[in-house]
């Protein structure tokens, strides 16, 4: 006789399939933006060399560098099954968990969208360069920063389908950062380009099309 009911297997075989896309839409952001450096790097090489940083403090620093940490940690708890998971599940339907793969791939596509058109002017951090260009097209013709409106859906899509509190706890983390850096980040761009800039906000909406 099997030591699992059908109704036992119906759930290992969905929780299954909720793993597997959390996998397939991590491992792609993942891909993606190593890709990107990548490409940076081989662009950088013929850019001028001078710089102006803005400096964005250690808090920024030590909010991203403990977020790497707890991440890296809740993967190896994810990837191993432990029963810690389980005790931070968060009891959502599989319909809504659903959405969330389909809000993660969505998010893929927009960051691939958004960093082709951005080529070579991106940076991980607050600075301009010697030659910067303020662009327009693509996603950046409606929004202002689809990167950033990218990781906010990869983030609400891993967390929906690995419905788990942990990720909920760093989804909030993250989006504060985000929602903190983006005002420094507009008035750096208003500094470098001025009323194009301006005029450019007031036409775009700041994570969603105007």
């Known amino acids: 006789m099997s030591a699992f009911s059908a109704k036992d297997i119906k759930v290992m075989s969905v929780e299954f399939l909720f793993r597997t896309a959390f996998w397939i839409v991590f491992g792609g952001m993942l891909m993606l933006q190593v890709w990107f450096a990548f490409q940076s790097r081989q662009t950088?090489?013929?850019?001028?060399?001078?710089?102006?940083?803005?400096?964005?403090g250690w808090g920024h620093t030590f909010v991203r560098a403990g977020?790497?940490?707890?991440?890296?940690?809740?993967?190896?708890?994810?990837?191993?099954?432990?029963?810690?998971?389980?005790?931070?599940?968060?009891?959502l339907p599989?319909?809504?968990?659903?959405?969330?793969i389909v809000i993660g791939v969505a998010s893929l596509a927009l960051y691939a969208w958004a960093r082709a058109a951005l080529g070579k002017e991106w940076s991980s951090?607050?600075?301009?360069?010697?030659?910067?260009h303020l662009v327009t097209t693509g996603p950046y013709a409606r929004i202002r920063h689809p990167i950033y409106s990218a990781l906010i859906g990869f983030m609400i899509g891993i967390t929906l389908i690995t419905a788990n509190w942990f990720l909920v706890a760093f989804f909030a983390i993250s989006y504060v950062d985000l929602c903190l850096r983006i005002p420094k980040e507009e008035q750096m761009m208003i500094a470098e380009f001025g009323e194009d800039y301006i005029i450019y906000m007031q036409r775009t909406g700041r994570l969603l099309p105007k």
């Open 125 to 132: 951090s607050l600075q301009v360069r010697e030659q910067q």
């Open 44 to 56: 950088e090489a013929g850019r001028a060399a001078k710089r102006v940083d803005r400096d964005e």
């Open 67 to 91: 977020r790497a940490l707890s991440l890296v940690a809740f993967l190896v708890i994810f990837a191993i099954d432990s029963p810690l998971f389980g005790v931070l599940r968060v009891p």
């Open 94 to 100: 599989d319909w809504l968990r659903g959405i969330g």
